[in-house]
Antibody, heavy 122, light 112 residues
């Protein structure tokens, strides 16, 4: 069955960097786009970024563009979210989520990881 | 892109029905069929329960149904069960490159 497992969260100082990973299994990883969605403590969901199935297309929310970068290594079935110049408002649980579309992005998500908590604090 | 508007809370007794609204604009909910609903229990990941306005993924009980009229989508949970107590979020495709997905503000459903 489909599994998405995030890792790499932790405490980081404002202005610092962190790289999150999302290990995928149970499906043809190289055929699906993967999104990152975050949820600040006690708050709602916020879409952060997308990397297309082949890595050729990346989208970012305005709130993270220029600071966050998504990438993927299909040979390792692993997706990454590189977070640079982090701010206190980036504190959240970060989920990776699988797009439903095969070689196409429909921008909704049929499987989610369990999330990893990123805390930005000095 | 502003968040879609949902009521903060809704409630019903076991066996009753509850309907949650999700109001957007003519540029998102009103324009696209890609409206989805997610259920999230505390401390857990969201789970897709309705896609493309009214489609139920495999394994989702038929107690969950979706609809749309104009700029407002709705989720109805019929025959409420204790395990339906959770936060529910709608989402819509927007077609905007730097903000292609917008989520709703979330609705907490209490089973009385």
């Amino acid at each position: 069955q489909v599994h998405l497992v995030e890792s790499g969260g932790g405490v980081v100082q404002p202005g610092g960097s962190l790289r999150l990973s999302c290990e995928a299994s149970g499906f043809s990883v190289s055929s699906y786009g993967i999104h990152w969605v975050r949820q600040a403590p006690g708050k709602g969901l916020e879409w952060v970024a997308l990397i297309s199935y082949d890595g050729s297309n990346q989208n970012y929310a305005d709130s993270v563009r220029g600071r966050f970068t998504v990438s993927r290594d299909n040979s390792k079935k692993t997706l990454y979210l590189q977070m640079n110049s982090v701010r206190r408002e980036d504190t959240a649980v970060y989920f990776c989520a699988k797009d439903v579309g095969y070689n196409y992005n429909y921008y909704y998500f049929d499987y989610w990881g369990q999330g990893t908590l990123v805390t930005v604090s000095s | 892109q502003s968040a879609l508007t949902q009521p903060p809370s809704a409630s019903g007794s076991p066996g009753q029905s509850v309907t949650i609204s999700c109001t957007g604009t003519s540029s998102d909910v009103g324009f696209y069929k890609y409206v989805s609903w997610y259920q999230q229990h505390p401390g857990k990941a969201p789970k897709l329960i309705i896609s493309e306005v009214n489609k139920r993924p495999s394994g989702v009980p038929d107690r969950f149904s979706g609809s749309k009229s104009g700029n407002t989508a709705s989720l109805t949970v019929s025959g409420l069960q204790a395990e339906d107590e959770a936060e529910y979020y709608c989402s819509s495709y927007t077609g905007v490159h730097n903000s292609p997905v917008v989520f709703g503000t979330g609705t907490w459903v209490t089973v009385l």
